[in-house]
Structure formats: C-alpha cells, structure tokens
C-alpha cells in the first residue's frame, strides 16, 4: 500500500519546485535591464511514479504520482534568430563603416560650396578675364597670382586631408583586428570554463549570454559562422556545448577557423592585416593568408575605403592637377609678359605659372612640369612658380608684344574648357555623391533590419516584467497550495495518531 506520509513527499516536492522558480523569477527581473542576459525558466518535470512495475509491487488501482522537481534551469533562446541578426549586423557593419569613410570624404570636399574647389577654380579664370581688361594694371595681377595661389592650396588642402583620413582608417582597421583577437581570445577563455562545468550536468546560462553577446560584436567586425560542439557524454542534453568560430566571405565559405571548440587544449588564432604598396593586401590567420579580403562586417567596409575609394579620388586628383598645370603652363608659356614686352631685346621668353614643390629639397626649390612628370601626387605639391611669385610682370597676359594686349589672359581663362577640367572634377564628386548616397541608404536599411531581428530576439529571450509577475504570482498560489497541502496531511495524520481509539472514553 502506499505510504502513510506520501502525501507530506508529494508537497514538500511542489513547494521546493516552486520555490526554484520563484528565485529565477526573480534572477530575471533583477536583470530585466542587463545588456545581452537571456531570461531563464525552470523546466518542470514529474518525478518516478509508484510503484515501479515489478513482481512484489503493491496491489493499488494503477501508479500514483509522486510530485514535481526541477529539472533544469534553462535559458530562453531562439538559436535561429541569433543567426539572423548576425548576418544582418554584419551588413550593418560594412556598410556603416562605407558610409562613415565618405561621409568623411564629402566633408573634405566641401561640394557644393563657396570654399571648395570648384568655387576657387571659378575665381581663377574670372580673375583672368579681369585681367584681359586692364593687363598692364598691378592690382589685377596681383589678384591672378594669388588666385592661382588659392587654386594650387586647395588642391594641397584637399590631397593632404584625403591622406591623413586615409591613414586614419588604416588606424581603425589595425584597431577591429585588436578588438577581433581580443573577442577571440575572451570567447576561448569562456570555452574553457563551459567545458569544465557541462560535464557535470549543469548548464552555465550565463556564461551562454556572456559568450552570445561576443558574437554579435564579432559579428559586426567580420562574416561568422558558429559551429556547436559537444563538451562531454554527460552533459545534459540541453547544454549548448563549446563554438567554433569561423570567418567566412559573403557566400558562407569559411576562410579560416578563429575560435577551435573541437582542438585540444581549445585555441584561438590571431588575426593581422596584411599591407602590400601602400594598401591592405590581405588578412592573414595565425600567419596563414586569407583567400580574401571580403571578410565582411565594418573591417571589409574600412578596408574597402582604404583601398578603393581614397585611393580613386587621391588619383583623380592628382590627375586633375596635372592636366590642370599642363594645359595652363602650355598656354602661359607662348605669351608674352609685361617684361617681354618691355624689353630691349624683343624676344619671348616662356614661363611657367605652375610647378610642383620638390619635397626632398629646400622649401623653394621647385620641380618643372612637363610631359614626363608623374601625376602620382602632383595635388599634394602643385604651387604656383617662383618665377611668378617673384614677380608679377611675368605673367604673360599678352600674344604679342603690344602694350594693353591682354588676349592671352583670355586664352588662359579658357583654358577650362579645352581641358575639360570642370566636368571631369564633376565626374569625380558625382560618383562620390552616389556612392555615398547609396551607402548611407544601405546603412539605413541595415540597421533597421538589424533592429527589426533583434526586437523579434528579444521578444523570446528579453525580460517582460509583466510576464515575470503574472509568473511570480502563478508560482506563489502554488506554493502556498502544496504548504496547504501539507497542513491538511498534518491533521489528518494527527487524527489517525491522536484521535483513534478514542471512542467512548
């Protein structure tokens, strides 16, 4: 027959089950505004009925329940969702980081505006065209020369601050690779720790949300992919075991393993870019090249600006520069300036109004322009010649040796249109417009897909303090139910011990 104190078991069982939950009730609300905590719950499971079937087992109606227990307490997670924000806080990240390098880059610029290059190229040939009107006056060549001055500092200012926040991002990326090693190293160290306790059956939840909250930062660096691995046969079969970490291009083929869950002992490798003339050649992995660059995330989107995108616009202005110089020096050195003209000789002599600063030698000493000068970093160095800031009667605003000729100047002024000069530079700031454009679009797109996953995550695994009361509510009738219980045992227990045989006297 069943025991005479089953009942007292049976409830003593409920109010420790229920008083379980009621303390992760209340774990929960004490983290409902912890970043990264997963809200936890206890898994109710019915403890063995009686008897167990056997020949000696007691003749009752059937078995009979004999209570609750704990058992497991276990993290609410959605691993699918987890996947999904990964994939979309990696697009967040590439295309945040495009985004913020030509932010940078239309900032430096300046167009449309009154201070950017177009503007002070404008004032250039207007001043040339003043000039045509009064090419004896000092105050008009005056006004040339340092327009021409205004135009060669420009093409300075911008070349120098593309190169410095070039360099900057090369700064930012060398900083992801230390933040990636440094996640890489953490989530090791967190291996370590899950495979020293899950064998002996427990699952460290905490531990999960410390090691989850590494892969969603990692995440936004580079492509992952995260692989589970058991830690040991007898671990409980809800335990999420150790993760591998790959770095993968955008198809999801792995380039390298980061984090090994299945080595012994566990081990990470660190990660290094690799430089090559002045760009990013390559990643490699503990000293092992990467198939690619595309390694995603915002240290692709970095490294994609440091390649690509400053480089092409660094060019073309260099190129722009030159061309510009060329076409302008070409055409100034067939006039005649006011000492030609004044002259007893009566012979031109050709001058240069542009040269390039020869930055391996003294402040003045300058570099001619000719066919065979390089555009690599002619707007970083184009000035105006000494020759010209010497003295302004150099400028050769005439086409023959006529006092008040000023046809020259005119020529010069168009020297604008010959060279195409203005719809190239357009060119050049109409694809940084769209390509800007287009990133902060996708940027935008990105993050709200991201934010949309992740509030779809934290509707299952975030804290609802309603939700958490209306259980701690639930958990505590229940608790007082099996107290009920086991005071309604207690009597009848203390009648059949008290009160029988009682009768009659």
Do not use: C
């Amino acid at each position: 027959m069943v025991s005479t104190f089953h009942g007292l078991e049976t409830a003593r069982r409920g109010m420790t089950t229920q008083q379980y939950a009621l303390q992760v009730t209340g774990q929960n609300i004490a983290n409902a505004n912890t970043p990264g905590y997963s809200r936890q719950r206890v898994n109710f499971t019915q403890t063995a009925p009686y008897p167990a079937p056997a020949m000696n087992r007691p003749q009752i109606p059937g078995q009979m329940g004999t209570g609750v227990e704990a058992g497991s307490i276990q993290r609410v997670r959605e691993s699918f969702l987890d996947v999904q924000f990964r994939g979309e806080n990696t697009k967040s990240g590439y295309w945040g980081a495009r985004s913020e390098a030509l932010e940078k880059m239309e900032d430096i610029m300046n167009e449309p505006s009154d201070n950017g290059l177009s503007r002070t190229l404008d004032q250039f040939w207007q001043s040339l065209q003043d000039l045509a009107v009064n090419p004896e006056d000092d105050g008009a060549r005056s006004v040339v020369r340092q327009r021409g001055v205004a135009v060669a500092e420009t093409f300075n200012y911008l070349s120098t601050s593309l190169s410095t926040i070039r360099d900057d991002i090369k700064s930012q990326v060398d900083i992801s690779v230390k933040e990636i090693n440094s996640i890489a190293e953490q989530m090791n160290n967190i291996n370590q720790q899950i495979s020293e306790i899950e064998p002996h059956g427990y699952l460290p939840n905490d531990l999960y949300d410390e090691r989850d909250q590494l892969v969603d930062r990692l995440s936004q660096l580079v492509n992952v992919k995260v692989t589970k691995t058991s830690s040991s046969t007898t671990a409980s079969p809800l335990a999420e075991g150790k993760y591998t970490i790959e770095i993968t291009d955008a198809s999801g083929a792995s380039l390298g393993t980061l984090v090994d869950g299945n080595s012994s002992p566990l081990s990470f490798k660190s990660l290094s870019a690799d430089e090559s003339n002045g760009n990013i050649s390559g990643f490699s992995l503990g000293g092992t090249a990467l198939a690619s660059t595309a390694v995603g995330g915002k240290l692709e989107g970095m490294t994609s600006a440091y390649n690509n995108d400053y480089p092409a616009m660094l060019d073309q202005l260099d190129n722009l520069a030159l061309d510009f110089a060329k076409a302008f020096n070409d055409v100034h050195s067939k006039g005649w300036s006011l000492n030609d003209i004044n002259s007893t000789t009566g012979t031109q002599t050709p001058h240069d109004f542009f040269a390039l600063d020869n930055p391996s030698t003294p402040a003045n000493d300058q570099v001619k322009i000719d066919g065979t000068t390089p555009a690599k970093g002619a707007a970083k160095l184009l000035k105006v010649s000494s020759e010209i800031t010497d003295d302004l009667k150099n400028i050769a605003a005439a086409t023959s040796k006529a006092a008040g000729d000023g046809s020259n100047a005119l020529n010069l002024a168009g020297v604008k249109d010959t060279t195409n000069l203005k719809s190239k530079y357009e060119a050049a700031i109409g694809k940084m417009a769209v390509d800007a454009q287009q990133a902060n679009r996708m940027s935008a797109n990105s993050d709200t897909l991201a934010n949309s996953v992740d509030q779809r995550r934290q509707s299952v695994s975030g804290v609802s303090l309603d939700e958490e009361m209306t259980n701690m509510i639930q958990f505590q009738h229940a608790y007082n139910a099996s107290a009920r219980m086991i005071t309604m045992v207690d009597q009848m227990l203390d009648k059949i011990i008290n009160g029988m045989g009682m009768v009659g006297r």
